[in-house]
């Protein structure tokens, strides 16, 4: 059978309110990040990606924030709806061909 | 947009036999696929690299013999979860990358394995 592990953490929010979602990284060396949604039973889906050289990148509706200097990225989500209710993952490349996913935040939008 | 197909989307194998689960990159030519595993709410797990027409690169604590990779051409890669066990019932997930340092992995859909 499947193992016990740790269960995700969840963002309840309101729909309409902005949500931040957070993630710590783990390798200095990471250059490339990706914030990815996944619905139950699928597979990720690419939201928005940063370069360790930018500090902030801004797409349609949500914003990524690096921060190397504590390691963190941050996912802000503008008037959040609840389509967006989701499980959310960073992704940091270390070197290439090495691409590792952070532990997941659950967002629950309610309507 | 690059587009991965994943097949089959589920299957059930008794204890004991093999499965293969294909990722075919539809519309780019993928130089590198990544394999991944993910447990209910949990992470995805990096289980390997493979690049078109050399051996996989297995993450630490990945058996080799028991997850075989092949990534024969520049659109398809496999999965084959050899002997399979229950406690290898998981969620199996492929990415593909168009090339070396490209922006933007494209995932697979998922197969849920469970074996009985």
């Known amino acids: 059978g499947e193992s016990v592990g740790l269960h995700l953490p969840t963002l309840s929010v309101q729909e309409g309110d902005n949500s931040i979602i957070n993630c710590a990284y783990s390798?200095?060396?990471?250059?490339?990040f990706i914030w990815y949604k996944q619905e139950s039973g699928k597979g990720p889906q690419f939201i928005i990606d940063?370069?360790?050289?930018?500090d902030k990148r801004q797409g349609q509706r949500v914003t990524v924030l690096l921060n190397k200097t504590v390691k963190h990225l941050s996912l802000q989500i503008a008037a959040t709806q609840p389509g967006d209710s989701a499980v959310y993952f960073c992704?940091?490349?270390?070197?290439?061909?090495?691409?590792?996913f952070g532990s997941g935040t659950k967002l629950n939008v309610k309507p | 947009g690059a587009v991965v197909s994943q097949h089959p989307s589920w299957v059930i194998c008794k204890s004991g036999t093999s499965v293969k689960i294909e990722c075919r990159s539809l519309?780019?030519?993928?130089?590198?696929m990544f394999w991944y595993r993910q447990f209910p709410k949990q992470s995805l797990m990096l289980m390997a690299t493979?690049?078109?027409?050399?051996?996989?690169?297995?993450e630490q604590g990945v058996e080799k013999d028991k997850f075989l990779i092949n990534h024969a051409s520049l659109t398809l890669s496999t999965l084959t979860v050899t002997s399979a066990h229950p406690e290898d019932s998981s969620f199996y997930i492929c990415?593909?990358?168009?090339?070396?340092?490209?922006?933007?992995?494209?995932f697979g859909s998922g197969t849920r394995l469970t074996v009985v």
């Open positions: 990415s593909a990358s168009s090339r070396q340092g490209a922006s933007g992995y494209t």
């Open positions: 390798n200095s060396a990471s250059d490339y």
């Open positions: 940063i370069r360790s050289n930018m």
């Open positions: 992704a940091e490349r270390p070197s290439f061909n090495k691409f590792y």
């Open positions: 519309d780019f030519q993928a130089t590198t």
């Open positions: 493979s690049n078109e027409g050399s051996k996989a690169t297995y």
